[in-house]
């Protein structure tokens, strides 16, 4: 089989196939109608989103294309972060401040009646919580969370810590793991892009569909031999011969240990699969990676 080139010297097709927006989602419809609309346009069987956004939430919602689809799960535990507006139902106390900042670390949350998920007790991690702004009744914050983190309930949460009752008003998601508010792409920059690309200017295109590679940034890299690569297409672990080199994550990261989810890649930088690394990456012999998900 012909493995992936190069992530910058991809054409149009091979970039709309394993690429990713960085798409700033719009009120109104879900994040699966959004997906939906992007899949239609782009003429792609299949996409994945990075963590679902009721209708009325905006912002960073990247989407994975084509083959990239099937990586769609080093969203499940990336970091999230939005700023959220709390409406608060009476004037705000004296110790403000210290209340909400009670927050931060560990808490303890029942999905709402109306979430997709059994509602039933867990644990998430509130990483910052910043109050941005705050005028009469109202307060701007900023929230850094783990991924299943429920900014409804989190302000319904603080209110009652208040004694004042409140709820959250707008909310807007600023960055999902690596992607940010930064670059955001809009549904009509990606429409506008595809036109112009028909019509021989890959440019634009360029500039709103990144290669998938730029959503693995997060994950430890192992770089295999094309050979190796090959067999992995084929649906073969990596084994030690065909090892190249382990490097830590290429944004905030530490070389890997055993059970580590890893991506690894070509000596090209083209991705090959998603996998976990089970054995020593300097032995001659043996399985270095189990396959999780294969890209090529």
Request: glycine residues 8%.
């Amino acid at each position: 089989m012909t493995l992936r080139g190069p992530p910058d010297d991809r054409d149009v097709d091979a970039l709309l196939s394993f690429g990713v927006v960085n798409l700033d989602k719009p009120p109104g419809p879900s994040a699966h109608q959004v997906a939906a609309w992007v899949r239609d346009a782009t003429g792609q069987d299949r996409v994945a989103h990075g963590g679902t956004l009721d209708p009325k939430v905006t912002g960073c919602l990247p989407i994975l294309l084509g083959d990239a689809a099937r990586a769609a799960r080093v969203f499940d535990e990336a970091i999230k972060e939005y700023v959220a507006v709390l409406e608060l139902h009476d004037r705000a106390p004296a110790d403000f401040g210290t209340v909400v900042a009670e927050f931060e670390g560990d808490i303890y949350q029942k999905p709402p009646r109306k979430s997709a998920v059994k509602r039933q007790l867990r644990t998430r991690r509130i990483h910052d919580l910043d109050v941005l702004e705050r005028e009469d009744r109202r307060a701007l914050l900023r929230v850094r969370c783990a991924s299943g983190t429920y900014i409804r309930k989190l302000c319904h949460d603080i209110g009652l810590a208040l004694g004042t009752g409140a709820h959250m008003g707008d909310l807007r998601r600023t960055a999902t793991g690596t992607f940010d508010d930064a670059d955001l792409v809009t549904m009509h920059d990606l429409v506008d892009a595809l036109a112009v690309a028909e019509a021989g200017e890959a440019t634009p295109l360029r500039k709103v569909v990144q290669p998938a590679e730029r959503a693995l940034v997060a994950l430890p890299a192992v770089t295999i031999a094309p050979s190796a690569a090959r067999a992995v297409a084929d649906g073969a672990p990596v084994y030690a011969p065909g090892v190249i080199d382990v490097g830590p994550a290429e944004v905030g990261g530490a070389p890997p240990e055993e059970g580590t989810l890893v991506a690894c890649y070509t000596p090209d930088d083209a991705a090959v699969c998603l996998g976990t690394l089970v054995g020593d990456p300097e032995a001659d012999a043996g399985t270095v990676v189990e396959l999780e998900r294969v890209l090529v």
